[in-house]
């Protein structure tokens, strides 16, 4: 169907216009767009107007383009945090109206590694409490969480399996979760985790690897999360100073 008439550039109707399909539901998150050829007669302008309206959709996040498979139509994130927020994942859950739940994988104790050691600042930690458990939004497979604790800062009967880590550590341990230093990588498909997620092999997943640090500036616990890029979104408030 042709747009229609408006005194605005045409890619940016264009734009309207797919973004009007998606709201309305007649592009849905997946969808496969016609060919540029196609849709440009479709829409009834140019293909050099059509492309500029696609590149601007994508650099958006509305679209996602697959070299030699063609334009899709991208999921929109349900979930929306502030990283400069300290959330659990429960609470990030929840606070979008969500109920979390958790499917427990495993706990073992395994030797740190000097990896482990360096992220805890201490060539000291000999075992740490490994957790990995798969968040859920009502139910479903949203984040794959792995968190390390130092086996020498928890009591002999810790125990934990479920529901928010703050939580646990702050009940179980006395420990209290002060603020944490955080790296965001970008991944694509996880040849183990994706599938526990139901997350399709298009999608990316956000890897949130934080170390968290209690209120006497001790790291406590080391957290892996894996994220699903099209279920999460994090923003950040930068200031100027």
Excluded: W
């Excluded at 998150?29 to 440009?40: H, M, Y």
């Excluded at 800062?153 to 209290?176: M, R, T």
């Excluded at 399709?200 to 968290?212: A, G």
């Amino acid at each position: 169907m042709a747009l229609r008439p408006d005194t605005r550039p045409l890619y940016l109707l264009v734009i309207d216009k797919i973004k009007q399909d998606i709201e309305h539901g007649i592009l849905k998150p997946g969808n496969r767009l016609p060919s540029e050829f196609d849709l440009a007669k479709e829409l009834g302008v140019s293909r050099a107007t059509l492309r500029e309206a696609l590149r601007i959709l994508e650099d958006e996040n509305v679209i996602i383009r697959k070299h030699g498979v063609g334009t899709f139509i991208n999921a929109q994130p349900v979930f929306t945090s502030g990283i400069e927020e300290l959330y659990s994942i429960s609470q990030m859950i929840e606070k979008n109206g969500y109920q979390a739940g958790t499917i427990y994988v495993s706990t073992t104790h395994p030797s740190a590694t000097t990896d482990d050691k360096k992220g805890f600042h201490s060539d000291e930690v000999e075992r740490i409490v490994r957790i990995e458990r798969i968040r859920t939004a009502d139910d479903e497979p949203v984040v794959y969480c792995i968190d390390k604790i130092p086996e020498s800062v928890l009591p002999n009967d810790f125990n934990f399996q479920s529901g928010s880590i703050f939580v646990a550590l702050e009940e179980q341990a006395s420990i209290a979760i002060s603020y944490a230093i955080t790296e965001i990588v970008p991944i694509g498909y996880h040849e183990k985790i994706s599938p526990l997620l139901h997350s399709p092999p298009e999608s990316s997943l956000l890897v949130l690897k934080q170390i968290h640090y209690d209120v006497t500036d001790r790291p406590v616990l080391i957290s892996i999360n894996y994220f699903r890029a099209d279920k999460f979104r994090f923003q950040v408030l930068r200031k100027r100073k």
